[in-house]
């Protein structure tokens, strides 16, 4: 690594810099140099302790880069309290160190249990990717000021030059953030037509559905079949994750899970614990990367005698409503999808009544039913208990708009999706 010379007291910036690179290390990687230089961005490095002297000037700053080893507690705070402050006059942040667990809102794309937008040392991050961190934060930065480019007092001149390349500069970058964006709102809309567009409503059973993706697309995916004159399955499934690679997981599960096999001109209905039996073997099989697995609880129900077998695999409980009775949890055992080949799978039965309802829901929607105590086991909330006696449709109204409405600390978000149904 070459030397890099340091930005001192004196040397505030004078005019709109791309990069400011915050340092203890008293160096700069030489390929960081390179990249910026073919680039064409302008920078400034500058020491850590240092940075107190600039905290006026941060209009003048487009992303920072910050390079630090060996901290201490008090250190990672001081370094949390900079980040906070550079991302409260919405300059992106990119970490070139471990990952710190700590209480800062990132504009990053960082995943949101992490405050920082990048993991590992640069031996762990390739220059591609940290060019594309260095874009985004520059574009972000353009479009949440409106103009990035606030110089104090430079030449009329100098300030026309700079404004014509940063604005060529960032109109690239600006029109990839764009693409992206209209390429995950697609994305989205191909994944909900991949849900029913129809629910079997006939005169015993009325259904409900809720489908909240955290995101343009989920890592949820439900589906209600009328397999037969006599059968419906139903189930809902949750990919661990979010984003496009948990997405990709629910259409495969959707294709993987199968209810029922034709042979010739006959046909059988799988049970419920085949149903999770077969979808796990294919999962599988698939020795999927990144360790992805999912859960799942699936039912059948016969509407002629009403009858409900069910299965699970790692899902939330299914939760059966009688009325003038409080909820219950139809508790029964089932390993995750995905993890062991041959794991097996039980079933259970329950006879359904008339006002009866039943409740499938991913673990997104958990706190808004309840939460499970130590002592007294799982305890649903007041907000559950004043919605469950009304008709299934309006019931699922009152939930849409306690998802809506309720204030969730954004590190909590997930996606939210329920398939209900009202025995008539």
């Given at each position: 690594?070459?030397?890099?010379?340091?930005?001192?007291?004196?040397?505030?910036?004078?005019?709109?810099?791309?990069?400011?690179?915050?340092?203890?290390?008293?160096?700069?990687?030489?390929?960081?140099?390179?990249?910026?230089?073919?680039?064409?961005?302008?920078?400034k490095t500058l020491p850590i302790d240092k940075f107190s002297q600039i905290r006026d000037r941060l209009d003048l700053i487009g992303t920072v880069i910050i390079d630090t080893e060996e901290l201490d507690k008090s250190q990672q705070q001081k370094l949390a309290r900079i980040i906070e402050s550079l991302e409260m006059e919405n300059?992106?942040?990119?970490?070139?160190?471990?990952?710190?667990?700590?209480?800062?809102?990132?504009?990053?794309?960082?995943?949101?249990?992490?405050?920082?937008?990048?993991?590992?040392?640069?031996?762990?991050?390739?220059?591609?990717?940290?060019?594309?961190?260095?874009?985004?934060?520059?574009?972000?930065?353009?479009?949440?000021?409106?103009?990035?480019?606030?110089?104090?007092?430079?030449?009329?001149?100098?300030?026309?030059?700079?404004?014509?390349?940063?604005?060529?500069?960032?109109?690239?970058?600006?029109?990839?953030?764009?693409?992206?964006?209209?390429?995950?709102?697609?994305?989205?809309?191909?994944?909900?037509?991949?849900?029913?567009?129809?629910?079997?409503?006939?005169?015993?059973?009325?259904?409900?559905?809720?489908?909240?993706?955290?995101?343009?697309?989920?890592?949820?995916?439900?589906?209600?079949?009328?397999?037969?004159?006599?059968?419906?399955?139903?189930?809902?499934?949750?990919?661990?994750?979010?984003?496009?690679?948990?997405?990709?997981?629910?259409?495969?599960?959707?294709?993987?899970?199968?209810?029922?096999?034709?042979?010739?001109?006959?046909?059988?209905?799988?049970?419920?614990?085949?149903?999770?039996?077969?979808?796990?073997?294919?999962?599988?099989?698939?020795?999927?990367?990144?360790?992805?697995?999912?859960?799942?609880?699936?039912?059948?129900?016969?509407?002629?005698?009403?009858?409900?077998?069910?299965?699970?695999?790692?899902?939330?409980?299914?939760?059966?409503?009688?009325?003038?009775?409080?909820?219950?949890?139809?508790?029964?055992?089932?390993?995750?999808?995905?993890?062991?080949?041959?794991?097996?799978?039980?079933?259970?039965?329950?006879?359904?009544?008339?006002?009866?309802?039943?409740?499938?829901?991913?673990?997104?929607?958990?706190?808004?039913?309840?939460?499970?105590?130590?002592?007294?086991?799982?305890?649903?909330?007041?907000?559950?208990?004043?919605?469950?006696?009304?008709?299934?449709?309006?019931?699922?109204?009152?939930?849409?708009?306690?998802?809506?409405?309720?204030?969730?600390?954004?590190?909590?978000?997930?996606?939210?999706?329920?398939?209900?149904?009202?025995?008539?």
């Amino acid at each position: 690594m070459e030397k890099a010379e340091l930005l001192t007291a004196i040397e505030l910036p004078a005019r709109f810099t791309d990069v400011l690179y915050l340092t203890n290390q008293g160096n700069i990687p030489s390929e960081i140099k390179r990249l910026l230089k073919q680039n064409k961005l302008t920078s400034k490095t500058l020491p850590i302790d240092k940075f107190s002297q600039i905290r006026d000037r941060l209009d003048l700053i487009g992303t920072v880069i910050i390079d630090t080893e060996e901290l201490d507690k008090s250190q990672q705070q001081k370094l949390a309290r900079i980040i906070e402050s550079l991302e409260m006059e919405n300059v992106g942040v990119i970490l070139l160190t471990h990952r710190v667990e700590l209480p800062v809102k990132s504009f990053s794309l960082a995943p949101a249990k992490s405050s920082f937008s990048m993991a590992g040392t640069l031996e762990s991050v390739s220059i591609d990717e940290l060019w594309t961190r260095v874009s985004v934060n520059l574009a972000y930065r353009k479009k949440s000021s409106g103009l990035a480019v606030k110089p104090a007092l430079p030449p009329r001149q100098v300030q026309g030059i700079y404004k014509n390349k940063l604005a060529q500069q960032l109109s690239m970058t600006g029109a990839m953030v764009d693409n992206l964006a209209e390429q995950l709102r697609l994305a989205g809309l191909v994944q909900q037509d991949f849900l029913p567009t129809q629910l079997p409503n006939i005169d015993e059973v009325r259904w409900a559905t809720l489908f909240l993706p955290a995101e343009w697309v989920s890592g949820d995916i439900y589906n209600i079949v009328r397999i037969d004159e006599q059968h419906i399955g139903f189930y809902v499934a949750d990919v661990v994750g979010h984003g496009i690679p948990a997405a990709l997981l629910t259409i495969f599960v959707k294709q993987a899970l199968v209810m029922r096999e034709t042979i010739e001109s006959n046909y059988r209905i799988f049970s419920p614990a085949e149903v999770m039996k077969n979808l796990n073997a294919r999962m599988a099989a698939q020795k999927l990367s990144g360790y992805q697995f999912a859960t799942c609880c699936y039912c059948l129900l016969n509407i002629k005698t009403l009858q409900l077998t069910y299965a699970r695999a790692g899902h939330p409980y299914p939760v059966l409503i009688r009325p003038q009775e409080q909820p219950r949890q139809l508790e029964i055992r089932g390993s995750l999808l995905g993890v062991f080949k041959n794991s097996e799978y039980i079933q259970e039965t329950v006879q359904l009544e008339p006002g009866d309802k039943l409740l499938l829901y991913s673990d997104g929607i958990e706190n808004f039913i309840g939460n499970f105590d130590e002592v007294t086991g799982f305890r649903f909330s007041e907000e559950f208990c004043d919605i469950k006696d009304l008709p299934i449709p309006e019931m699922f109204g009152k939930l849409n708009s306690l998802a809506q409405s309720k204030k969730i600390n954004p590190s909590e978000v997930d996606d939210i999706t329920a398939v209900g149904l009202e025995i008539l």
